[in-house]
């Protein structure tokens, strides 16, 4: 049997003075072996995860499609910085059984353990939003702070 999947690279940006290549580089290496029409890269380029990518829908339509066997990602909060949306898209790797590689050196490994990947990844999630959150909050009051 013909393993017709693809291995998907996915990248995002929120405005358009980034630069969505740093995350296609950090990719490389993870791409040995995969080349042709069994690689795809999807890049949203300046949209915010405040709305709906055009490329996250393309990624969510192959998934459900069952077209995905791997799914490379810089961190996980390029997906999407909602958590509701971003347990709605673990259901869908874990029941098409995708392989996860992100590939920010800081990140944790993705947990492609169904039973504790789940909760393990709906908690990592949860502290990147609190820590962007926090973040937020300390720039706001030290540029407050600056104008004082």
């Given at each position: 049997m013909v393993n017709n999947k693809k291995t998907v690279v996915y990248a995002r940006t929120s405005t358009k003075k980034q630069n969505y290549e740093l995350q296609l580089e950090a990719a490389?290496?993870?791409?040995?072996?995969?080349?042709?029409e069994n690689l795809i890269f999807i890049v949203d380029h300046g949209t915010p995860a405040t709305s709906k990518p055009n490329g996250l829908q393309q990624l969510l339509d192959l998934i459900?499609?069952?077209?995905?066997d791997t799914l490379i990602i810089y961190k996980r909060d390029r997906l999407t910085r909602s958590?509701?949306?971003?347990?709605?898209?673990?259901?869908s790797i874990y029941a098409n059984r995708i392989k996860v590689v992100l590939t920010a050196?800081?990140?944790l490994p993705f947990n492609h353990d169904?039973?504790?990947?789940?909760?393990s990844?709906?908690?990592i999630i949860k502290v990147i939003n609190m820590e962007k959150t926090h973040m937020s909050n300390r720039i706001k009051a030290a540029l407050k702070s600056?104008?004082?």
């Open positions: 490389k290496p993870f791409l040995k072996g995969n080349q042709g459900k499609k069952d077209q995905v958590e509701d949306e971003y347990l709605d898209i673990l259901k050196e800081e990140s169904q039973k504790s990947g789940f909760l990844e709906s908690l600056k104008q004082a």
